[in-house]
């Protein structure tokens, strides 16, 4: 009796040895969960029970559990490294066969989709052909590395201040002393003798303000006008076109903003004449409405059930043409230009400036923005914590890619490990729940990192001393009773 039960001390120990071993091996193999053997004791069952002198039979292997504690985050250089911070597992499919695992070891194949070290296909929610991600859509993850195409500017957004103290730029200062010498500053266009008037005319009496008659704008001239800003816009083949804004203030609350495309009047390409808006502001400083300075009043009547189509640059009928076709509302809104190809397809911008303000400081272009831009080539990948990815191009746009999705267990113990540091579900795991990072039970995933084997090496080395001495002391089990086995046989 005492052999079979040294006989299965041994195999225990043999099997704590094993698993203990496979733990220390796996110390460095990221998303491994470490195991732990677990036992339980052998009594001989009879029909009639097990009396209060039972004596026990051995023991065996009940069960070989692991631990899913979370393993620390290690940081590395590589976009596709994956960790999951809580909760969840990845989801990979691999021609159908769908697995799960801790090890966020990811990268690209060939043809762009997402895969593990075996090839195993990561799954994710796509997105549709707005970028926006189909929830509930669970599919193999691609990214798409094809160039960018461009895309015409569409919509233009600023927010802008105009200096309420200055003047307008056909306005200077003539200033006397006591004995009527005086001081003149540069007047706009060209330099006034006082004794010989010429060029700009001027009227001055004490400290005064004289409006110069031939002050003509002039973009190259910075005194004939008193603020610029420039933007670039694209048209549908990624060309950058520079938008220019000079402002003019013509009265208290009024200003004209002058309008260049590449040095070009917009609506007229073959003209350098600029397009000129009225910009109208109220006593507290916010934009009040807009008109526009190139339009000639006119008077449209319209019948029963009759469309009319009007060509705000000319008052005709819209042809086709090159240029920037600009049109204003009637209501204050900001204006649309429509731009008919001057380098390529034609297309539409619309301006928001309804924030703009006339306050007591500086001219200041506080937020600018607009939709368009050139070719892009794919530059790099971001993964936020939600699962989101994000492909990040040349011409600094980014683009959804997809979104990862993890999934849980009710039981993970009953998950079936299958080797490569991953599980395959089983009656007793339950049906995966799956879900992306960040809700329900699902945990965070830390992109550029890995989570670490939870194996502690201390812990195994003790457990490893430990599970040795069990195997001598069983092996001394049964050497005791070879003795004692020996010793009757000595009795002859």
Do not use: C
């Not at 053997?37 to 692991?66: I, K, M, T």
């Not at 290690?74 to 490294?81: E, M, S, V, W």
């Amino acid at each position: 009796m005492a052999f079979n039960i040294g006989l299965s001390g041994l195999r225990a120990a043999t099997s704590d040895l094993n698993v203990t071993g496979n733990n220390i091996a796996n110390a460095g193999t990221a998303g491994f969960k470490q195991s732990r053997a677990e036992f339980a004791d052998v009594y001989a069952a009879s029909v009639l029970g097990s009396g209060s002198n039972a004596q026990g039979s051995g023991v065996l292997l009940a069960n070989v559990s692991q631990l899913y504690n979370q393993g620390n985050i290690n940081y590395t250089q590589n976009a596709l490294d994956l960790a999951i911070n809580g909760n969840g597992f990845f989801v990979t499919s691999n021609n159908g066969d769908v697995g799960y695992t801790r090890a966020g070891y990811f990268g690209t194949d060939r043809d762009g989709f997402v895969v593990n070290n075996f090839g195993y296909r990561l799954q994710g929610n796509a997105v549709d052909a707005n970028g926006n991600v189909q929830s509930g859509v669970v599919g193999d993850l691609k990214i798409e590395t094809a160039s960018q195409a461009p895309k015409a500017s569409s919509k233009l957004d600023q927010n802008f201040n105009l200096n309420s103290t200055l003047v307008s730029p056909k306005t200077w200062q003539a200033s006397y002393d006591a004995e009527y010498n005086r001081w003149l500053n540069d007047p706009v266009n060209g330099v006034v003798d006082p004794a010989n008037p010429t060029g700009a005319q001027q009227a001055a009496a004490a400290t005064s303000a004289a409006s110069v008659a031939d002050a003509t704008f002039n973009p190259s001239d910075p005194t004939t006008y008193n603020s610029s800003t420039s933007v670039n816009i694209y048209d549908t083949q990624g060309n950058a076109h520079v938008l220019t804004q000079y402002f003019v203030k013509t009265g208290a609350n009024d200003w004209d903003m002058k309008m260049l495309v590449d040095g070009r009047n917009p609506a007229d390409p073959g003209s350098t004449t600029p397009y000129a808006l009225g910009l109208s502001f109220n006593s507290t400083g916010q934009l009040q409405s807009v008109s526009d300075e190139n339009a000639t009043p006119g008077l449209v009547t319209i019948g029963a059930d009759m469309t009319v189509t009007i060509n705000a640059a000319s008052g005709n009928p819209p042809t086709p043409g090159s240029g920037w076709i600009p049109a204003i509302s009637d209501n204050g809104k900001p204006p649309v230009w429509n731009w008919n190809g001057a380098q390529a397809n034609a297309g539409g911008i619309a301006f928001d400036f309804s924030d703009a303000t006339q306050f007591s400081s500086a001219f200041a272009v506080n937020s600018v923005s607009q939709d368009g831009y050139t070719t892009g080539q794919l530059s790099g990948l971001e993964i936020d914590d939600t699962g989101v990815i994000f492909a990040r191009y040349t011409n600094g746009q980014s683009k959804v890619q997809g979104q990862i999705v993890l999934a849980n267990f009710a039981n993970v113990q009953g998950l079936t490990p299958v080797g490569k540091t991953g599980w395959v579900q089983s009656f007793e795991s339950g049906e995966p729940v799956v879900g992306t990072p960040r809700t329900g039970t699902m945990g965070a995933l830390q992109a550029g990192a890995l989570e670490d084997s939870n194996v502690e090496l201390s812990d195994q080395l003790v457990n490893l001393i430990v599970a040795q001495r069990n195997y001598q002391a069983n092996a001394k089990t049964i050497e005791t009773e070879s003795a004692i086995t020996q010793t009757i046989i000595n009795l002859r």
